[in-house]
Structure formats: C-alpha cells, structure tokens
C-alpha cells in the first residue's frame, strides 16, 4: 500500500539538500501573492535561501579551514536570516512550516558541523 502523502526521503547529501530547499523556496514564492509591499522580502529570502547552499559549495572548496569555517558560519547565518524572512512573510501553510523547519535543521547541520570542525 503506497502513503498518499508521498513524503520523500529526507536528503543527506548537503550540496542537494540545500539546491532542493532553494528550490522550493522558490516554488513557495511563485505560490504568494505579488503585492507591491511584499517584493522586498520576497528578495530576500531568495537571496538568503541561495545563499545557504552557495556558500556550502564554497565551503567545500576551500583553501584553507579558516575560509571552511567562515564559509560554513555564513551558510548558519544565511540559514537563519531565512528562517527570519519566512516568518515575516504574513502568510500560513503547511508548505511554510515545513520550509522553516527544514531552514532550522540545516542551520543546526551547519552549527555542528562548525563545533566539530574548530
């Protein structure tokens, strides 16, 4: 018997964790309405939720684990700056809870990762 809900396997692989969380970031927004005082943070939280994986990537290429780390921070600050454009968005589904939850993890992803990296 299938589940109806298809709930797919959470992703372990961070580099894809973090594209599919821009990805639905970015399907999330497509989904709220376009009034002209939301776009600004519509930007925002476009920005920071690109940014989460971007700087992952970088982090991961670094030259040195100075740069890791701080590549990693900004990846827990981007994080949790989305977390905080989500919230200020006056909008409740079950599609946003679900993003800030995932933000939250990842954010707690990358502080681990920072502690054990130090």
């Known amino acids: 018997m ?3 809900n298809h709930i797919k396997p959470k992703v372990f692989n961070l580099e894809e964790r973090t594209y599919r969380f821009a990805k639905n970031i970015r399907d999330f927004i497509k989904s709220l309405d ?3 005082e939301n776009i600004d943070d519509y ?3 476009l920005r920071s939720s690109g940014s989460i994986g971007a ?3 970088e982090a991961n290429e670094s030259l040195s684990k100075k740069d890791f780390l701080m590549r990693m921070k900004i990846s ?3 994080a949790k700056e989305t977390i905080y454009w989500l919230k200020l968005i006056n909008f409740s589904n079950a599609m946003k ?3 800030i939850n995932e933000a939250i993890e ?4 990358f ?3 920072i502690t054990k990296s130090q």
Do not use: A, D, H, V
Not at 106 to 109: A, E, H, R, V
């Open 76 to 78: 827990r600050k981007e």
């Open 111 to 113: 502080g681990s990762i």
């Open 2 to 4: 299938q589940n109806s």
């Open 34 to 36: 376009k009034k002209f």
């Open 55 to 57: 700087n992952y990537i």
């Open 97 to 99: 809870e679900r993003l």
């Open 43 to 45: 930007k925002q939280l």
């Open 106 to 109: 990842l954010m707690k992803i």
